[in-house]
């Protein structure tokens, strides 16, 4: 999906925004192609999930594909990759100019978009509603699964390996799918379209 990119370095998340002006009369093609390289992606390891925003108005024509990987080196063999390179030379040819692509990492990832694009973070309200659906829950697991041994040790060190914990199912694991299971309300777009 992607012909350049920003180096990002390191093993946490990593998102990509790819900015697609298709040309007039070609759109469905270029959904066709797009979602058989959403295919293509699925089974490579570490693929965490793509969406896939149509254009809103004529204002704003352009399609918006959100991908991410668990990591860099897992987005880098998918980039390498033969299926990627087929299904992209098909892609390229609809388009109007060439993709347009930002990649970022990090925290920032469970929401925000890179700054340049026009696909907007959520209000902070629902960032923080989606955080504490899936902070709470993870928190009174852990303190009921080990609440035991955590009360053993000194308030510092116990505070220390909790929010650790907490941070890495956030970052691997849960906020990767509640974005996506709660798109629908964190980016409500009419004519958004989830792969």
Request: glycine share 4%; with cysteine; charged share 20%.
């Amino acid at each position: 999906m992607m012909s350049s990119e920003q180096g990002v370095s390191g093993t946490t998340p990593v998102t990509v925004v790819i900015s697609r002006r298709v040309k007039n009369g070609c759109e469905e093609a270029f959904e066709h192609l797009s979602n058989k390289m959403t295919e293509a992606a699925a089974p490579f390891p570490g693929y965490m999930g793509t969406n896939m925003f149509r254009p809103s108005t004529d204002a704003d024509p352009e399609y918006r594909i959100i991908f991410k990987f668990r990591s860099q080196e897992d987005l880098q063999n998918w980039q390498d990759s033969s299926e990627r390179a087929e299904w992209l030379k098909g892609i390229e040819c609809l388009l109007e100019t060439p993709s347009q692509i930002e990649v970022t990492s990090g925290l920032v990832t469970w929401f925000s978009m890179p700054g340049q694009n026009p696909v907007q973070p959520p209000p902070k309200y629902k960032m923080t509603c989606v955080s504490w659906l899936a902070l709470c829950p993870t928190v009174t697991l852990i303190f009921w699964l080990f609440g035991d041994l955590l009360a053993q040790l000194p308030l510092v060190p116990r505070s220390i390996l909790v929010t650790a914990v907490v941070m890495v199912l956030m970052s691997y694991v849960l906020m990767p799918r509640f974005s996506r299971w709660f798109a629908f309300w964190l980016f409500p777009k009419e004519k958004r379209d989830i792969r």
